[in-house]
């Protein structure tokens, strides 16, 4: 479908710089959209860890002219011929894999093909082109710069928890750190009944956990050995399920902090990747590891009920605008947040 106009807009893409990436912003355009296709009017983007490993390109893939970040969240501006489930002005957001609806994992969906990957767009631009059945609607009590923290931290807090652990009321829930997945990890754990046991390398940050509901605190610099103060909280027994996001520095504790018969996600890799841990103890405590990849639409619209039964808020450290985008990365590579960056087009 031919647009009325052209539209004439910004957008971010990546440019090698040595062995890194760098954002550069260019002025772009768009004229015509395919019939099952919208275009959305960005309101605000988030950030994820993952982004920041995109930038440093550690995967040292070929990234170079992709437009970066998976999270948005938007207005429906306009809509091919085919697309009767979203009307002009629709608050819609991204789902991070468009091609992953329903079910299992399929490897078709790969990391690589998840939007501001390798192989697909992503949406630090002022405007995106997305499928319509890639797309969900934005909770009724949440703004746009709210939404647009859910697509990758939230779906994999969800997903993790509720679907692969399918977490029960009383249940004790370990979280690493206070970053974007731990605070949605923790919102929604405290949200179903579960008892939340969160570390941080901050007493600031562990105190304002605190008022979110966590049950119990662990300074993990303080205390390196945490998972015996797991242990110790537990009355020996452990946790049901541990959100494990540290990785290698991190997998031996959390196999010796698991409870009998409970679950790792594995989902991190804050402190690097591969960790090559000693699976005996799990094996005796007859608990499970999870690999975790984010999760599919469905999971971010059983998501987003939930998160409008709670009336859940994101907790967003800070915004930047558009043109700080350079910024927002900095400050999510200081690694001071506690919760969401976002990026606010609004602004
Ligand atoms: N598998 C998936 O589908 C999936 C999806 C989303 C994210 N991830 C991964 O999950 C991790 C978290 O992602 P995110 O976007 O939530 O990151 P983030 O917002 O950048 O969170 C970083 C925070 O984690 C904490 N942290 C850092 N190193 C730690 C360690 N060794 N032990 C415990 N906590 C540590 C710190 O919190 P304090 O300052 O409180 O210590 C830090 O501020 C990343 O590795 C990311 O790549 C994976």
Redesign the pocket.
Known sequence: MKLPEQIHFQRYQLQPLGEVMALEQIQTHIGALAADEVLIKVAAASL???DL?ILRNVGKGSVAGQIPLSDAAGTVVAAGESVSEWPIGARVATGFFSTWQTGKYQPQHHLAGALGGAQTAGVLAQYIVAKANAIVEVPAHLSLQQAATLP??AV?AWQALFDRGQLAEGETVLI???????LFALQLAVAQGARVII????DE?LAKAHALGAWQTIN?RKQPDWDQAVLELTAGTGADQILE???P??FSRSISAVAGGGHIHQ?????GFAPSPNLLPLQLQNATIHG???GSLAHFKALNHFISQHKIEPIIDRSFSFNQAQAAFDY?AS?Q?FGKIIINFEL
């Open positions: 994820n860890y993952r490993i990758c931290a994999t690493q750190g206070t970053g974007g997945v731990a570390t941080s390398s901050s940050k993990y996001l540290g990785g520095d991190t989902i991190g890799v804050l402190s975790t990849l984010v999510l690694a947040h």
